[in-house]
């Protein structure tokens, strides 16, 4: 382990350390840009510490069972547990979205900016759920959707431009990091595992009736 490199650092290389350590652990992902208010995209510092100490904060994190990864071509590092512990569990509502986040990004990828991010709004990922793919039977209610995106918000899968997650007209950035969260060959699978779900439900409703 690199260990007498971290002995080695400044007071403020040791803080950053401790920053994008723990930013790793409680969000997966850190992306190479960032939506900041009022500045537009800006160069992630937090992404740049790691470009130059990333061999150390490899080492130090795989003590604690986890694998430093790195997307160097989208532009985002994050983290996978080796024991596949800490898995963040999501309800089929918030799955749905993911997948449709995943699908507008897919749809979109030729158009994406410099930085690999695709721009949309909360009302297109809701008519990709329920209308363009029938993903869900029928429209969630907003505050389930704001939810959903908020997980994602925190996670850097999506970064908010303008509006709040439970207004239709909400743009935000869907960004690369969402190509590891819903990988392509288990994409079609999910979305099938999702309708049967929906199939059953609508069965069983009618034996009651």
């Excluded at 490899?58 to 990864?69: I, S």
Aim: glycine share 2%; net charge negative.
């Amino acid at each position: 382990m690199s260990i007498e490199a971290i002995r080695g650092y400044s007071q403020r290389e040791l803080e950053q350390f401790k920053t994008v350590c723990n930013l790793l652990l409680s969000r997966t992902y850190i992306v190479r840009m960032t939506y900041q208010p009022d500045k537009g995209l800006i160069s992630n510092p937090n992404y740049l510490f790691l470009m130059t100490h990333k061999q150390e904060v490899a080492d130090y994190l795989a003590l604690l069972d986890w694998t430093l990864l790195h997307d160097d071509f989208n532009g985002y590092f994050y983290v996978r547990n080796t024991d596949e512990a800490n898995r963040c569990s999501l309800n089929k509502t918030a799955t749905a979205i993911v997948l449709a986040l995943r699908m507008i990004y897919d749809e979109n990828q030729d158009r994406a900016g410099l930085e690999h991010d695709v721009i949309c709004t909360v009302r297109d990922v809701l008519e990709k759920v329920v209308t363009d793919y029938a993903i869900l039977p029928t429209r969630p209610n907003m505050d389930e959707v704001k939810r959903a995106l908020t997980i994602m918000e925190n996670h850097s899968v999506v970064q908010r431009i303008e509006g709040r997650l439970n207004q239709t007209s909400c743009k935000f950035a869907i960004m690369p990091t969402i190509l590891s969260v819903v990988p392509s060959d288990k994409l079609d699978a999910i979305v099938r595992t999702l309708r049967k779900e929906d199939d059953d439900e609508e069965v069983e409703e009618d034996i009651v009736d």
